[in-house]
């Protein structure tokens, strides 16, 4: 009985911080043996990184970008195709989509933005999204639209980056990366996640 009660009791916690949009779920075993789901992160090495819940694009706090675990399997085959179609580096791809969405293909932002590279529905009408929730669809325009900003920004990545997160008019109106506590913390973490993804 004990042991069925803590899956049930581990499914309700992660229920819960799901809910409460918490970034980042570690997973432990306590000394009574009961596994436990908590979002404050536990002493080091005793610890597993569950997943990132329910974060995307505008979590600021929560999630340590330098330990969150990488994804380089999914969906390689069609970030690969983008990259080279549109001469994007294929770890910035996939370091946007990881903070944008986590990888899951059904994610949508409270700003309604959609699918893994979270795009908004005037990029999606701009680059001819008939599906968002397609991966095939999403990634494409999404790297289509990251390679436009680097052409814009003169290929520098960050500045294509804050564009991506507050808009191409936000950079240009400030003439660098706009000082918006998001914006800058988004630059922050793609920065961490292209050099661990280009690892």
Not at 91 to 99: G, Q
Not at 127 to 133: C, E, L, N, S, Y
Not at 145 to 161: G, H, K, P, Q, S
Not at 171 to 198: D, K, N, Q, W
Request: net charge negative; hydrophobic share 45%; with cysteine.
């Amino acid at each position: 009985m004990h042991r069925a009660f803590v899956p049930a009791m581990a499914f309700l916690a992660l229920t819960a911080l799901s809910l409460s949009s918490q970034a980042q779920v570690y997973r432990y075993t306590d000394e009574n043996g009961i596994t436990v789901l908590t979002n404050i992160k536990p002493e080091p090495g005793r610890y597993e990184n569950v997943r990132n819940v329910g974060c995307y694009g505008t979590c600021i706090k929560g999630v340590d970008w330098h330990a969150t675990p990488l994804k380089r399997v999914e969906y390689r085959d069609e970030v690969r195709a983008a990259a080279e179609v549109h001469g994007v580096d294929e770890a910035l791809v996939r370091a946007i989509m990881h903070a944008e969405s986590w990888f899951n293909p059904a994610a949508v932002s409270h700003a309604g933005a959609q699918g893994l590279m979270q795009l908004m529905p005037a990029t999606q009408a701009r680059f001819g999204v008939a599906d968002p929730f397609d991966p095939v669809d999403n990634i494409s325009a999404g790297v289509a639209y990251l390679a436009e900003l680097l052409d814009e920004f003169d290929n520098d990545w960050e500045l294509a980056v804050a564009a991506y997160n507050a808009g191409e008019n936000a950079v240009r109106r400030h003439a660098g990366i706009p000082p918006f506590s998001e914006t800058r913390e988004y630059v922050r973490r793609i920065r961490i996640l292209r050099m661990r993804y280009g690892g």
